[in-house]
């Protein structure tokens, strides 16, 4: 049994909402003994959608029959979780092809405009008829909520992510929305976890690439729990809304500036939510040759478990993060290196600072949220990636997670 924790960074109030264009959908299938782990979207047409998938070598059922089959239309998503269906073989694809041929049926739709995800356990089997069960409870009293889409969702996750954002355009409101869920096992490189986001307004597949092409580097591709990316990482954006918004240039930038924020909001969440975690790293890496070698050292810091032990156990440990940042083997000079917890400086000039304050520095160390700034002095390039601490209560949730 996983052992479920409490996060230390309490939730945010969702004020939830029923969209609309679509309906919502959540059951008990079956894949966990208790709570939801199924969720239906139907929408009311045809949408566009634009997805996004882990670059894992060993990809997931649904990760290789989404890519196999959607065109970029979408009338319905299928979600289950408690059974990743990865590393199934040609029987997880069989799986899938069963309960989205019963689904077309009931919602009168073709084969490829319907998307499926899948998390939880690798290698296990399941029942198509766990899903396909449901089906017969498609129907208006049975409709849910946003915010218990993504309850639905949720595997070791200890609250729902969810994230809502109202914009006017050319006289015209309307709402983008999204959900996620993940707690391990990540370290996304794509998108992430599983993430579905909506916008309540016509936007072609096109453009729809274009905002998560803009965003995804700075938002999920810059997060990491425990530096292993899933097999099942997928973000899909979909087009629900009946709303025609002149994208023209202005227009574009302030709906992809929300969409930033978004995405931004329900990242924060995923690494808040951490298995285990009790602070909240962020790791910015200033004045590199290139946004590359920022972010390859950003992330490597981010994800030494000698660092991540260190500010669990509130340990200003600044020769971790020196040799985390060697261990990239980026060209750099390490008399040029400095680092900063916080704003106190702990190493300059190849050594240890001379202005080094230990009681200032131990107590920082006692916040939740722990800021480590590296400055190469090379160039101009930056980049800053989001981590947690590594604790004893990751080990207990990860040492049993299949029992």
């Known amino acids: 049994m996983v052992n479920k924790m409490i996060s230390i960074f309490k939730p945010k109030k969702i004020k939830d909402f029923n969209p609309s264009g679509l309906s919502i959908f959540t059951f008990n299938a079956g894949f966990k003994k208790k709570d939801k782990d199924l969720l239906l979207v139907i929408f009311d047409k045809t949408i566009n959608v634009c997805c996004v998938y882990s ?9 290789i029959w989404d890519k196999k089959n959607n065109k970029g239309k979408a009338k319905a998503l299928v979600v289950n979780a408690g059974n990743a269906n990865a590393h199934t073989g040609k029987d997880g694809l069989k799986i899938i092809d069963k309960y989205v041929n019963k689904l077309t049926n009931k919602i009168k739709c073709k084969y490829n405009e319907v998307l499926v995800s899948s998390t939880g356990v690798i290698g296990e089997k399941f ?3 766990l899903i396909i069960n449901k089906y017969q409870k498609l129907n208006s009293k049975n409709k849910n909520s946003l915010l218990e889409s993504a309850k639905a969702i949720m595997t070791t996750d200890t609250f729902p992510k969810v ?12 709402a983008i929305y999204g959900i996620a869920k993940g707690s391990g096992m990540i370290q996304p ?3 992430t976890m599983l993430v579905y986001i909506f916008l309540e307004c016509e936007v072609s597949k096109q453009l729809m690439s274009r905002l998560l092409k803009n965003n995804l580097e700075n938002t999920f591709n810059s997060i990491t729990v425990d530096s292993d990316t899933s097999t099942s990482d ?9 709303k025609n918004i002149n994208l023209n240039k202005k227009n574009f930038n302030i709906l992809n500036f ?3 924020e978004l995405m931004h909001d329900l990242s924060l969440q995923v690494i ?3 298995e285990g975690v009790s602070k909240l790293i ?9 946004k590359n070698q920022a972010k390859k050292i950003a992330f490597s810091i981010a994800n030494s478990p000698l660092v991540k032990t260190a500010v669990s156990g509130e340990d200003a440990n600044w020769g971790r993060v020196i040799m985390a940042i060697g261990k990239t083997e980026e060209n750099i000079d390490q008399n040029k290196i400095k680092i900063y917890f916080g704003n106190n400086i702990v190493c300059e000039n190849g050594s240890k600072s001379k202005k080094i304050n230990i009681r200032k520095i131990n107590h920082y160390m006692k916040n939740k949220f722990i800021e480590i700034n590296v400055k190469l002095n090379l160039g101009k390039f930056y980049h800053t990636v989001y981590g947690n601490d590594l604790t004893h209560e990751y080990l207990k949730i990860n040492a049993d997670y299949r029992s």
Do not use: E, H
């Open 55 to 63: 670059k894992t070598s060993t990809p997931s059922a649904p990760i």
């Open 163 to 174: 994230s809502i954002k109202n914009i006017n355009l050319g006289n015209q409101s309307f």
């Open 234 to 242: 997928t973000l899909m954006m979909f087009s629900v809304g009946n």
């Open 189 to 191: 490189n794509m998108g």
């Open 282 to 290: 962020r790791v910015n890496v200033l004045n590199a040759r290139s």
């Open 272 to 274: 808040k939510d951490g």
């Open 127 to 129: 029942n198509p008829n």
């Open 258 to 260: 929300n969409i930033c």
